[in-house]
């Protein structure tokens, strides 16, 4: 029996039917359930209760199948639980503690490429050799060919270059064959019965290189298979196309399914890192944010939302290139993940966000990705060692020391959480508009107009450390507000907004 740890702070709102917003875990770095510092199926059982104080919907697990790297994104059966991870009836218990907490499990699954050490790859690669085209034959379930390519690895045992767009480790899957589309079919089907609630697609980009419209249909394809046994689950893909590509996204969506937003995600450019960085994307993104979702809708026929991010796995950690040089940083890391958390559609938070862990790919000159993987620290002592044993300079608070200060950026994600989740049809299915404001504000404040079935709702937040005067222009019926400061005052319509706040005014 696991003994389930709940946080002392919850919301009233713990069982999030309603929510919309996801979380990512590391596996290998997240909670150690078994003692032998490696995260592991317990581990996140124990962690759900606090996911879920937190107020996510969704919960995504990097690959859990079984591999021999650490990250797992090279699958050697896509039908077992890796054993370092647990077995298939933690995964049952696992399943059902997430949806006791009214939330839902999307699990990664990685068929652009799978490892080389899978039994598909090994079978297929004698096949191709011995030319046997007989119906148990696996040889098209990977990209052969006679002659040397960019992109392909020479196999001794085919006597062939086979397609790996990664690496040679990595081979690309054939996804035009037949007798593999029946395979994919099976392990879709299969963790859908066995409790998952959808998907997080890996590398969809490279399902068939520089062929959208060919990847576009696998993907309605795949919706189709997965919506015959579980109908509406949520999946989400990666397309990480170079930059700026927002066609891409929509292209992509086109088939139901949405990506996750590289082009709004990078600090660099337009998203919410962006604009708490520089003044230009600051009065950009309010007006790309809301543009993106219109277009989303208008290509998928209403069935797409925006999946935005600041930081995943692959990329260095917002904390260290959000508001980079800039004094009151910290103050404007939390203002980001305002603009996240209350941005329409689906929203991600990548583990260790919540508390601004660091981790840069390049630490004094080592390279690394585990970097921006590290354990996350957990007080109570269930910590993991970091990836491939990468040394990380310490980092000194732990997620129980976060929820005991008040104004700490993990006790705001739960308040913003606990608020989008109150009002998560505006944040999801109503229409989004940008509320225009005066030249002299519009360049510390920035204002959303929501509405859902003739309901009004105002969002606003503030980037500065003054507090802001600020008229509501019209009758209003409630004010909330998240702040890590201190709470604005307010004098009928008149608001003196409290440095870095944010707030949510219901509207008459
Ligand atoms: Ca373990």
């Known amino acids: 029996m696991i003994e389930v740890k709940i946080p002392k702070k919850l919301p009233k709102n713990l069982h999030n039917e309603k929510g919309s917003a996801g ?21 996140i059982i124990e962690a759900v209760p606090y996911i879920a104080s937190l107020g996510f919907h969704y919960l995504w697990l990097t690959p859990i199948f079984k591999s021999s790297s650490y990250h797992r ?13 647990g077995t298939l009836e933690d995964f049952h218990t696992l399943a059902k503690t997430v949806h006791e907490y009214g939330m839902e499990l999307i699990l990664d699954l990685v068929i652009n490429h799978s490892s080389f050490r899978h039994p598909w790859y090994i079978q297929s690669a004698k096949d191709y050799f011995h030319h046997d085209e007989g119906k148990d034959s696996k040889a098209d379930y990977y990209n052969w060919t006679k002659k040397p390519q960019y992109a392909y690895s020479y196999d001794p045992n085919a006597d062939a270059w086979v397609e790996g767009r990664f690496s040679g480790w990595m081979p690309d899957l054939n996804l035009d064959s037949l007798s593999l589309r029946k395979e994919l079919e099976e392990i879709l089907c299969y963790w859908l019965k066995e409790g998952a609630d959808g998907y997080r697609l890996d590398a969809v980009r490279f399902y068939y290189f ?79 944010i809301v543009e ?104 000194p608070s732990s997620v129980e020391e976060e929820e005991e200060k008040e104004n700490s950026l993990l006790n ?19 229409n989004w508009e940008v509320f225009e404001l005066s030249s002299d504000l519009s360049e510390q404040m920035m204002a959303f107009l929501l509405s859902f079935q003739g309901e009004k709702i105002l969002l606003i937040h503030s980037q500065t450390k003054e507090p802001l005067l600020f008229e509501i222009p019209f009758p209003y019926t409630k004010i909330e507000e998240v702040t890590s400061t201190h709470p604005s005052s307010i004098d009928k319509r008149k608001i003196s907004i409290s440095p870095y706040s944010s707030l949510l005014i219901t509207l008459e």
């Open 23 to 43: 979380y990512q875990v590391f596996v290998a770095s997240f909670r150690d359930g078994n003692g032998d510092k490696k995260g592991d199926l317990k581990g």
């Open 73 to 85: 994104y090279d699958t050697e059966d896509y039908l077992s639980i890796d054993s370092s991870l």
């Open 210 to 288: 520089e062929e959208r419209e060919k990847t576009v249909a696998f993907l309605k394809w795949l919706k189709d298979v997965c919506y015959k046994i579980k109908a509406n689950c949520y999946i989400v893909g990666e397309a990480w196309e170079d930059y700026p590509d927002e066609q891409s996204i929509l292209d992509y969506a086109s088939s139901g399914i949405p990506m996750f937003h590289f082009p709004l995600c990078l600090s660099r450019e337009d998203g919410p890192g962006a604009a708490v960085s520089f003044l230009s994307s600051w009065k950009k993104f309010p007006y790309r």
């Open 412 to 430: 705001r994600v739960r308040k913003l959480l606990s608020l989008r989740n109150d009002y998560n049809d505006f944040f999801t299915k109503g």
């Open 292 to 395: 993106e979702k219109k277009k989303l809708a208008e290509v998928s026929h209403g069935e797409v939302f925006p999946a935005l991010f600041i930081g995943n796995h692959d990329t260095d950690r917002w904390s260290e290139v959000v508001a980079v040089g800039k004094e009151n940083q910290k103050e404007l890391y939390h203002v980001a993940m305002s603009l996240l958390l209350w941005s329409p559609g689906t929203p991600w938070v990548y583990y260790g966000e919540e508390i601004g862990l660091p981790g840069v790919r390049n630490y004094l000159g080592v390279m690394s990705d585990a970097a921006r993987r590290t354990a996350m620290p957990w007080k109570d002592g269930n910590l993991c060692s970091n990836p491939e044993d990468y040394i990380a300079p310490p980092f």
